[in-house]
């Protein structure tokens, strides 16, 4: 079967509809079964538990090994100890190097555990929820694990659907459902489903649910959430299903006391898990970057230990030609092999250049952070009770580096609460003066204004209670008693709230028939009669009703965008002219505006608009068209009323935080499931978007890239020399100056993505095309350049908004933005569509928002509110990625220093690949004699304070541009640790020489107790020099390092010692000997101060020349300051074409056509008397019952 209306899966065959379920039926589909891996075969029909944790007891040990060793350093580590296991080549034992390995392997492993445990307890909790599933002849409690397809559910009020199921019949009238989508595309608005008529009027009870045996055929399980194709064969005959006869999974029922479904998809197979996506190994770029330094420093290696092996076996096979009376001790070993040994050995000897203790040190500062993030007290919510959480602890210093974020709007940006704040009626404003909230209307009422209450209960102006009316009236709202209250069920938020405020301003809608609209003005009940209800629609941006009240009149009421209203009204300059003004007024304060309008409409002139309306809602084609036309001929000549304010209330700090993120040098990009005018007005009201921004729609962003990217083959290839040379460029409308916002919808970039058609082209594409052996397709390459424009285009705005897209697009945003730009990118959502996003971007962001915990269970970093994600980035990050830079520079900087003295003692050791240092300084160098200060520094050092850093966003920036740490400053720490070793090994040579002094100190032990100290004191001094935040813990840091090395010293060095094992201790008295002797002091001070001298005169070059010192930034931002910013006030008419609207409307059309036939409307008996706001309404009239549409929907 085909669906007209939904063009994008025309690509799909008859071969993809192999999908079928058969209702209480388990037998059948177990029966079946698909390939897995390779042979490896399992269900083709998944059950309905989910599994999002990575392990479990059996796979943990391995699975975490096995991604543990993708580091390079590990790789490293593990064949070094493999080496260690010779003994002919060993210096030391193997297990001195095997506990370290273990230790770190250890931290990671329980690491990665406590979050996976984390998250096992968050799928038992989802698969332990309860339902009701039909079992033999009545429904039983279950739980949502035990669902599979096939089985009929029965879901009540407020609960979650458990699976996608294919909707049979509800307690509503025709068996309506109402849902509300919320974890799946971001909207609060109530949606409706119908069942088919056949199920609705033969499943009617348990008993005709167990003999139903009907079998849908539909597609195969995928990822397009608002596309269902099925055909139900049932008692011999077909029967077409589409989108709007399926609950998805995650969706709410709501205002619906009980429906029953047939699950289609389970689990993995339903379509709200398809675009989860998949848990992620994330690494930050500095871990990469590791990655990479530690394959060049293997390299470097290598190609040293292969050329001192070289001079080895030179060397020995001199010595044999010298020294042949010594023969009977190397007869047995030739030349080569002894060069052979010596290329091992002098491997073991330099691996000490790639420490270990960095790398445990490395987890511990990122652990240390992660607890700073936790504690913070100012990322903390008083009102959620809900602290900053770092669920992630190896991302921190990515933090300071993002350069996008991708944000969601519903419950990210907004708190999801509509409040009516203003109005103007007939050219006066209400709601300026307001003192505060009524302390007697509803907590999500945030409008009230005492002259406009007076002027209502007064009822003396004519245009007023109009207004109030159309409130009342113009509506497709459904209302219900609970506990003596009124409840309305809105089809969108912003009718709830206009609604809400006509009821407590006197105006209470009460009921609604199928042609009649009760309400109370002011205690007196009267009941309109409808003649028509003109539904809204995107493109219309308008609804009308047609009413005739009680005393005969009939009148037209319309509400909708100022654009479309404006220019329908009979010409009244005055007030017309005070409403505009209003409306800009409201604009500049970012509110949601609605222009209200009516009019008397003639009895002769309605028969005959009422006989074209008949005809045009019976036309078999161009239905809608028709209808909108005969919409146009009643809607004009409006007497304008006033505007509506709404307010789509922000989080706490949202338009700050985003002028931070943008100061800092961050594109901002919003990605939403509402409709696009929703969507620009919280952008304007976040001030992501500004009144002197150019906004390209699609029709403009389809202009620039169409002629570039959809011509001919020919131009294709012109397209990507030009691209590949650099000349092309995106923007080839010079007529557009300025700051640029884009603003594009999901069906939009479908077309730019080539979804499916890429992904079938990824999985054949064979070997051959990696290997240039074969042509890649030319079509497939058209598509990477046009996600590449378009990357291109949008990263030449200033902002971006994209709407109506999928939780799946939201991923697929942010992964051609990291694909084409290379981008470090952040994610930061609350619901449930916000998961595959989270799990895609470099650092995922959840907020415990209104839309539940899905969000945070699959984040990296979790906060209460949006607004603490300037200090999550601009204090925790930037300083994260400065210390771990600061660290990374100086502790190879240290190694260096410490250990390329072995390379220029092998050349006064003919290459033999003796170490000149002690065994226990080599094990300890890096341990505890110079780990501590840099812990510290890795742990508390700040360039400048939290406040500043908050106040001079623009130094995020340095983390953007990767300066602290690169393949540049690891040259630049090599080159320094080099010439340190080099200072310290020879102006020690040069002031000891070979010979003996007054204590023996020129003696081999003693020449390397010097070199030690000398590389300890000058490496100390170097962290002084670098350290620009000192506190207790710097100091004692320092002092205990020094102290452990003249400790350890004394005790590996000690006769005792010697005695217990001269093999492991043969260093007896070699510091007391060297240490003690005034010459050796005087040399040690040299090499310090020959060191500190160079160090410094090098900072000072450095700090003339350099432009990126922080003082001149901080300096420049300052000048800034001072300088008035310039107000950009718009004086251009809104009645224009330049003006912008602040229309937005979250409601959708097909709720009037519902009302209009009855289709959801109960039957009810009479209620009792309502007390609302002091008004007293009396039993409403009893509701027609409704009659079956024959027509299915």
Same mark, same amino acid.
Not at 738 to 745: P, S
Not at 754 to 781: N, Q, S, T, V
């Given at each position: 079967?085909?669906?007209?209306?939904? $063009?994008?899966?025309?690509?799909?065959?008859?071969?993809?509809?192999?999908?079928?379920?058969?209702?209480?039926?388990?037998?059948?589909?177990?029966?079946?079964?698909?390939?897995?891996?390779?042979?490896?075969?399992?269900?083709?029909?998944?059950?309905?538990?989910?599994?999002?944790?990575?392990?479990?007891?059996?796979?943990?040990?391995?699975?975490?090994?096995?991604?543990?060793?993708?580091?390079?350093?590990?790789?490293?580590?593990?064949?070094?100890?493999?080496?260690?296991?010779?003994?002919?080549?060993?210096?030391?034992?193997?297990?001195?190097?095997?506990?370290?390995?273990?230790?770190?392997?250890?931290?990671?492993?329980?690491?990665?555990?406590?979050?996976?445990?984390?998250?096992?307890?968050?799928?038992?909790?989802?698969?332990?929820?309860?339902?009701?599933?039909?079992? /033999?002849?009545?429904?039983?409690?279950?739980?949502?694990?035990?669902?599979?397809?096939?089985?009929?559910?029965?879901?009540?009020?407020?609960?979650?659907?458990?699976?996608?199921?294919?909707?049979?019949?509800?307690?509503?009238?025709?068996?309506?459902?109402?849902?509300?989508?919320?974890?799946?595309?971001?909207?609060?608005?109530?949606?409706?489903?119908?069942?088919?008529?056949?199920?609705?009027?033969?499943?009617?009870?348990?008993?005709?649910?167990?003999?139903?045996?009907?079998?849908?055929?539909?597609?195969?399980?995928? $990822?397009?959430?608002?596309?269902?194709? /099925?055909?139900?064969?049932?008692?011999?005959?077909?029967?077409?299903?589409?989108?709007?006869?399926?609950?998805?999974?995650?969706?709410?029922?709501?205002?619906?006391?009980?429906?029953?479904?047939?699950?289609?998809?389970?689990?993995?197979?339903?379509?709200?898990?398809?675009?989860?996506?998949?848990?992620?190994?994330?690494?930050?770029?500095?871990?990469?970057?590791?990655?990479?330094?530690?394959?060049?420093?293997?390299?470097?290696?290598?190609?040293?230990?292969?050329?001192?092996?070289?001079?080895?076996?030179?060397?020995?096979?001199?010595?044999?030609?010298?020294?042949?009376?010594?023969?009977?001790?190397?007869?047995?070993?030739?030349?080569?092999?002894?060069?052979?040994?010596?290329?091992?050995?002098?491997?073991?000897?330099?691996?000490?250049?790639?420490?270990?203790?960095?790398?445990?040190?490395?987890?511990?500062?990122?652990?240390?952070?992660?607890?700073?993030?936790?504690?913070?007290?100012?990322?903390?919510?008083?009102?959620?009770?809900?602290?900053?959480?770092?669920?992630?602890?190896?991302?921190?210093?990515?933090?300071?580096?993002?350069?996008?974020?991708?944000?969601?709007?519903?419950?990210?940006?907004?708190?999801?609460?509509?409040?009516?704040?203003?109005?103007?009626?007939? /050219?006066?404003?209400?709601?300026?003066?307001?003192?505060?909230?009524?302390?007697?209307s509803p907590k999500t009422m945030g409008f009230y204004d005492r002259c406009l209450l007076d002027t209502v209960q007064q009822n003396t102006d004519p245009v007023v209670r109009e207004f109030m009316r159309l409130l009342a009236l113009c509506h497709t709202v459904m209302v219900e008693q609970k506990d003596g209250q009124l409840l309305y069920q809105a089809a969108s938020p912003d009718e709830e709230a206009l609604v809400s405020a006509a009821r407590d301003l006197g105006y209470i809608f009460l009921s609604r028939t199928q042609d009649t609209i009760t309400i109370q003005e002011l205690g007196i009940q009267r009941t309109y009669k409808v003649l028509a209800i003109l539904d809204f629609n995107s493109v219309r941006k308008r609804m009308s009703i047609l009413v005739q009240d009680p005393e005969g009149c009939l009148r037209l009421y319309t509400k909708g965008a100022d654009t479309v209203i404006l220019e329908r009204l009979r010409r009244d300059p005055v007030s017309e002219g005070y409403t505009v003004k209003a409306l800009d007024s409201f604009a500049q304060e970012t509110l949601r505006t609605l222009c209200l309008a009516t009019k008397t409409v003639n009895a002769q002139d309605f028969e005959t608009w009422s006989k074209k309306h008949h005809e045009a809602s019976v036309a078999l084609q161009g239905r809608a068209q028709k209808l909108d036309k005969v919409y146009e001929e009643i809607e004009h000549g409006l007497q304008l009323l006033g505007a509506t304010a709404i307010e789509d209330k922000l989080q706490d700090g949202v338009p700050e935080t985003i002028h931070l993120l943008k100061r800092g040098g961050m594109k901002v990009w919003v990605l939403t499931g509402d409709k696009q005018e929703t969507a620009v007005n919280i952008g304007f009201a976040c001030e992501l978007l500004s009144d002197d921004m150019t906004i390209l729609e699609e029709d403009v962003v389809r202009e620039i890239l169409e002629p570039s990217w959809y011509s001919s083959s020919s131009s294709l290839a012109n397209s990507k020399e030009s691209l590949c040379n650099g000349s092309?460029?995106?923007?080839?409308?010079?007529?557009?100056? /300025?700051?640029?916002?884009?603003?594009?919808?999901?069906?939009?970039?479908?077309?730019?993505?080539?979804?499916?058609?890429?992904?079938?082209?990824?999985?054949?594409?064979?070997?051959?095309?990696?290997?240039?052996?074969?042509?890649?397709?030319?079509?497939?390459?058209?598509?990477?350049?046009?996600?590449?424009?378009f990357v291109e285009l949008a990263t030449e705005c200033q902002a971006v908004i994209c709407c109506r897209v999928t939780p799946k697009q939201k991923a697929l945003i942010v992964e051609m933005v990291k694909r084409h730009k290379n981008a470090i990118s952040l994610a930061i959502g609350d619901g449930a569509n916000d998961v595959n996003m989270i799990k895609t971007a470099d650092i995922g962001v959840g907020i415990s928002g209104q839309e539940g915990m899905q969000a945070v269970q699959c984040s990296d970093y979790a906060l209460a509110q949006f607004c603490y994600l300037q200090r999550l980035l601009f204090v925790h990050g930037r300083w994260s990625y400065i210390r771990i830079c600061k660290f990374l520079r100086y502790f190879f900087y240290k190694t260096f220093a410490g250990m390329m003295v072995q390379i220029w003692f092998a050349f006064y050791t003919g290459f033999t690949a003796q170490p000149l240092l002690e065994g226990w300084f080599l094990a300890l160098y890096n341990v505890f004699y110079t780990s501590y200060p840099v812990l510290c520094m890795g742990m508390f050092e700040q360039d400048v304070s939290a406040r500043k850093s908050l106040h001079f966003p623009e130094l995020y920036k340095v983390g953007q541009e990767n300066r602290l740490f690169n393949f540049r400053t690891f040259c630049v720490s090599f080159l320094h640790g080099s010439c340190v070793s080099l200072v310290n090994f020879y102006i020690t040579l040069w002031a000891m020489g070979d010979r003996a002094g007054v204590r023996v100190v020129g003696d081999y032990q003693s020449f390397g107790m010097i070199v030690a100290t000398s590389a300890i004191m000058t490496v100390t001094a170097e962290i002084m020099m670098e350290v620009k935040f000192w506190n207790i813990f710097s100091v004692l840091a320092i002092v205990v390092s020094l102290a452990f090395y003249c400790l350890f010293s004394y005790i590996t060095q000690s006769f005792d010692a010697y005695r217990t094992s001269y093999i492991a201790f043969p260093y007896p008295d070699a510091a007391k000997n060297a240490l003690t002797d005034p010459t050796s002091l005087l040399v040690i001070l040299l090499c310090v101060m020959v060191n500190v001298v160079a160090s410094l005169t090098v900072r000072f070059v450095d700090g003339c020349f350099s432009s990126t010192d922080m003082s001149d930034r901080i300096e420049t931002r300052g000048l800034h300051l001072k300088e008035k910013p310039v107000e950009l006030t718009s004086h251009v008419r809104r009645s224009t074409f330049h003006r912008r609207s602040s229309y937005a409307f979250s409601h959708e059309g097909g709720y009037a056509d519902l009302i209009s036939r009855g289709a959801s409307l109960r039957t009810k008996g009479s209620r009792g008397p309502i007390h609302d706001k002091g008004f007293c309404s009396p039993p409403s009239l009893p509701e027609e019952s409704p009659v079956p549409s024959k027509a299915s929907r």
């Open positions: 079967m085909s669906n007209p209306e939904s $063009s994008k899966d025309d690509f799909e065959t008859q071969q993809d509809f192999t999908w079928e379920v058969k209702a209480n039926d388990r037998a059948f589909h177990d029966q079946f079964m698909k390939r897995h891996f390779y042979c490896l075969k399992r269900k083709k029909y998944a059950g309905n538990a989910i599994k999002t944790a990575k392990y479990n007891v059996i796979t943990f040990l391995p699975r975490n090994l096995f991604e543990q060793f993708h580091r390079m350093a590990n790789l490293y580590f593990l064949s070094i100890i493999l080496l260690q296991t010779v003994p002919q080549i060993s210096t030391l034992p193997w297990f001195a190097l095997l506990f370290p390995l273990g230790l770190l392997l250890g931290i990671r492993g329980v690491r990665d555990l406590i979050d996976d445990i984390g998250r096992h307890r968050s799928d038992w909790e989802i698969n332990s929820r309860p339902c009701d599933i039909l079992i /033999g002849k009545s429904f039983c409690p279950r739980k949502w694990s035990d669902i599979h397809v096939g089985d009929i559910v029965r879901l009540q009020k407020d609960s979650v659907v458990p699976a996608d199921l294919l909707l049979l019949s509800s307690s509503e009238p025709n068996s309506l459902c109402y849902i509300e989508t919320m974890d799946i595309d971001g909207e609060t608005n109530l949606k409706y489903r119908q069942a088919l008529l056949v199920t609705h009027e033969q499943l009617s009870c348990e008993e005709d649910m167990a003999d139903f045996d009907g079998i849908v055929t539909c597609e195969e399980p995928n $990822s397009r959430m608002h596309s269902f194709i /099925g055909i139900l064969e049932w008692q011999g005959e077909q029967y077409s299903l589409d989108s709007e006869k399926v609950l998805l999974r995650g969706c709410r029922i709501r205002n619906t006391e009980i429906c029953y479904g047939l699950v289609i998809y389970a689990g993995f197979d339903s379509k709200i898990m398809k675009n989860c996506g998949k848990i992620k190994l994330k690494k930050t770029n500095l871990n990469r970057l590791m990655d990479r330094l530690v394959l060049l420093i293997v390299a470097a290696l290598l190609v040293i230990s292969f050329g001192l092996a070289i001079g080895s076996g030179v060397c020995a096979e001199k010595f044999r030609q010298e020294h042949g009376y010594l023969s009977v001790f190397y007869d047995s070993i030739s030349a080569v092999e002894y060069a052979f040994m010596a290329f091992f050995g002098f491997i073991i000897l330099l691996s000490l250049v790639i420490p270990m203790s960095m790398l445990i040190t490395f987890e511990f500062i990122y652990l240390v952070n992660s607890c700073f993030i936790n504690w913070d007290l100012e990322m903390y919510c008083v009102e959620k009770d809900t602290p900053a959480k770092a669920r992630s602890t190896s991302l921190n210093d990515q933090l300071g580096q993002i350069q996008y974020v991708f944000s969601d709007k519903t419950g990210t940006l907004t708190q999801n609460i509509m409040t009516f704040k203003k109005c103007c009626i007939n /050219g006066k404003i209400y709601g300026s003066g307001s003192s505060g909230k009524d302390k007697t092309f460029q995106p923007f080839q409308t010079s007529s557009i100056y /300025g700051k640029k916002a884009l603003v594009v919808t999901g069906d939009f970039l479908d077309k730019i993505f080539h979804m499916e058609g890429e992904k079938r082209a990824k999985r054949k594409k064979c070997l051959l095309e990696y290997f240039g052996c074969r042509k890649a397709d030319p079509e497939k390459d058209q598509g990477h350049l046009v996600e590449q424009a």
